[in-house]
């Protein structure tokens, strides 16, 4: 048997699902073949607080072809309320709007489309609050933000820091709403069987989710079942973005529909407007950073203090300060968030939640501190580099921000450049170029295990998720690499809750995870049966815990380079080139973490220049709410964008040596084309998105 073969971890072949996914064979969730289904659509409050006071059904229920309507009068009662997002169609109350208040269950998708909207509803109105802003005099501080980190963090004396400072940035940076939009809007169909499936399942419930596990952990509480009641199964998933990281109040929907359909399955697909009220989004953020520099622009001073929004119906607090406890050095510190809770949905994960919009207002902060320090924005950099981490003292698992700015800088053609704010003109166009740091952490999530099974070819098995991330063929390498087989003698199966245990796909922790559990049952195979196994062998084995998980500080860092054009008299904005230069450990396979960090790029420009959810501050919804007002950028905006990654190794994050790279593609990139854009122009836009009236 050959050791490697050209599909080995390190190589890159084409998508395993992806003639599947082009021939449109891959079914998506709404798409799983079953039989006699049933149709849902949602009602939603269209007042943003108060009561309902009364729902006729008595139209909808005259129409042919409707089934059954749910209302918050008399809707199945879940066996636990304590989650605010999920607990639906329970009492009479209107949190935000846009919330579940009913639903139609139809013969088909049309009919309970207008059956919903045969449904009068007539309210008691309470005044609503949607304000977003840092004036308020009832933010508060969470107990803890991404429910781990400290809210707050304080280390020397930050205000003779700043008194002791030749130069100071004290600024304001804000970043909008803004919505994820995966291709695929959340969908799902639930099946409550009549009578338990032989293997007890009770609920079987086709998903699209980044995590099979969590949703069904999530929900079988809220329905009096057990996590191995409920089957969950999601083999292809078309983008999440964090969206899909966990349950929402749809996949709650759906199953207390299916209570109520006869034993029929119900399939519920969101609309793209109905996304904007009902599976999160990613908070507005108000953030000041205080920085203090001696007159060589070393860091005596660090503040990043960040406000931001939840809702009232439950408490989501982003992290947005946190990448601010590990990227310099300055002895005097301070990081805080703070909270606007509100009568509006529930914020939650957004591609980098927390370091997206953290590192905007940072990395912008770090550009006017190098102006003010007469410095090359990258030697402030390098001056300000921590030989550990700031926050932990743990020492680094692969620190290499200097090697990706400076090669960055290189490959990019830095030398060159004035540093004299508008000094480069072509025609009507003012030419800038821009550079800001990035950082992600590495993180393993607990909870995973992995089966093996011989016949006459490996079948790998774990309830992992592709959400378009290349999960298919990156475990099918990592499985192969673990083996010592080639990968065509690997069948992998995926995104299936009766598969081993697996953690979600976010956090960019998915193939951290989920290797160190493939790795693991790999060698326990291969010692237990040796290279030549017999058929039937099989095995199942946990993930072990990472013992360096609490002796170094494990993140991925990255530079972002940006050259954009300004026309001088409409502020328009092109972004001729982009450029981003990553340490994210070892590339597993470079065609696919290639295409993340790419992707991640073309957000971080998204987010620059296009992304804004407006909320009417009068009705409390998003107006928004389709991709005709919610503008997004596509790769076809930017001429070329390139993403380069050190090669390395990191010895310490798992038995593969990568650190994850689904996420840090997007941070700092929005920071390095507002810093371009003050190159070009030397108007500093502090906040998001850089319009071109902003430029006027
Ligand atoms: Mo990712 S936004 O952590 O799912």
Redesign the pocket.
Same mark, same amino acid.
């Given at each position: 048997m050959t050791l490697i073969d050209a599909n080995a971890m390190g190589a890159s072949p084409l998508r395993l699902d992806g003639p599947a996914k082009v021939t449109g064979a891959a079914p998506y969730a709404f798409e799983h073949p079953v039989d006699r289904p049933t149709y849902l659509h949602p009602i939603q409050a269209t007042i943003a607080r108060g009561r309902v006071a009364a729902m006729d059904t008595a139209a909808t229920e005259r129409l042919d072809g409707v089934l059954a309507v749910l209302t918050v009068f008399d809707a199945p009662e879940l066996a636990d309320t304590s989650d605010g997002e999920l607990s639906i169609l329970q009492d009479d109350e209107v949190h935000f709007r846009g919330q579940l208040i009913g639903a139609v269950i139809a013969e088909t998708a049309e009919t309970a489309r207008h059956g919903a909207d045969l449904v009068r509803v007539d309210y008691r109105r309470q005044p609503a609050d949607v304000r977003f802003d840092g004036d308020r005099d009832d933010l508060y501080a969470p107990d803890e933000v991404a429910s781990s980190f400290p809210t707050d963090t304080e280390t020397g004396d930050l205000d003779a820091g700043l008194a002791a400072a030749a130069i100071t940035v004290d600024q304001t940076y804000t970043t909008p709403i803004e919505h994820n939009n995966p291709m695929e809007p959340h969908a799902c169909i639930a099946l409550w069987h009549a009578e338990p499936e032989p293997d007890g399942t009770v609920v079987t419930l086709y998903d699209s989710t980044?995590g099979v596990h969590t949703v069904r952990k999530t929900l079988a509480p809220l329905f009096g079942l057990e996590p191995d009641q409920i089957r969950v199964i999601s083999p292809h998933v078309g983008g +999440?973005? +964090?969206a899909? =990281?966990a349950p929402h109040c749809h996949n709650v929907l759906a199953v207390l529909a299916a209570q109520r359909s006869g034993g029929r399955p119900v399939k519920l697909a969101l609309t793209r407007q109905q996304m904007f009220a009902l599976v999160g989004y990613r908070t507005p953020t108000i953030q000041r950073i205080r920085l203090g520099a001696d007159a060589d622009g070393r860091l005596t001073a660090l503040a990043h203090d960040v406000i931001e929004q939840t809702a009232k119906v439950k408490e989501y607090a982003e992290q947005s300060a946190v990448p601010s406890r590990v990227m310099y050095r300055a002895p005097n510190r301070r990081t805080s968030h703070r909270l606007a809770a509100l009568d509006v949905p529930v914020p939650f994960?957004?591609?980098?939640?927390g370091e997206a919009p953290g590192m905007f207002a940072a990395e912008v902060a770090m550009d006017e501190l190098a102006i003010a320090c007469g410095l090359d924005p990258i030697e402030l950099r390098i001056r300000n580099e921590p030989p550990t981490d700031p926050d932990s003292g743990n020492p680094w698992s692969g620190r290499h921000l200097i090697d990706c700015l400076r090669r960055g800088a290189d490959e990019f053609g830095w030398d060159t450049r004035d540093p004299e704010p508008r000094s480069l003109r072509d025609g009507d166009w003012l030419v800038g170029t821009g550079v800001a740091a990035a950082t992600y952490p590495a993180q393993q999530s607990p909870g995973n295990a992995a089966r093996i099974e011989f016949d006459d070819r490996y079948l790998v098995e774990i309830g992992a998720a592709d959400i378009g991330t290349g999960t298919w063929t990156a475990l099918t390498q990592i499985a192969a690499d673990a083996l010592g087989c080639p990968t065509d003698m690997v069948d992998l199966r995926i995104g299936d809750s009766a598969l081993p245990s697996a953690s979600?796909? =976010? +956090?960019?922790s998915g193939i951290t995870s989920w290797g160190t559990a493939i790795v693991a049952a790999a060698k326990a195979f291969r010692d237990k049966y040796g290279v030549d196994p017999a058929a039937g062998s099989a095995l199942r084995v946990e993930a072990p815990d990472n013992p360096d998980a609490d002796k170094f500080a494990m993140h991925s860092f990255g530079a972002q380079f940006v050259e954009v054009r300004v026309n001088r008299d409409t502020g328009e904005i092109r972004v001729p080139r982009m450029l981003g230069m990553f340490s994210i450990g070892r590339a597993i396979n470079p065609r696919m973490l290639r295409a993340q960090l790419v992707g991640g790029m073309t957000w971080g420009l998204s987010m620059a220049l296009h992304e804004e959810s407006v909320r009417d501050p009068r009705f409390g919804h998003v107006v928004t709410q389709d991709l005709a007002s919610y503008h997004v950028s596509v790769h076809a905006d930017i001429g070329d964008i390139q993403a380069h990654w050190l090669d390395e190794v990191d010895e310490h994050t798992n038995p593969m040596g990568s650190r994850g790279a +689904?996420?840090i593609g997007i941070v700092g990139a929005a920071a390095a084309v507002a810093n371009a854009v003050h190159h070009a122009t030397g108007l500093r836009v502090r906040d998001l998105p850089i319009t071109a009236d902003r430029l006027l």
């Open positions: 980044q +999440g973005f +964090g899909k =990281g994960w957004m591609r980098a939640p979600v796909a =976010g +956090g960019s +689904g996420e």
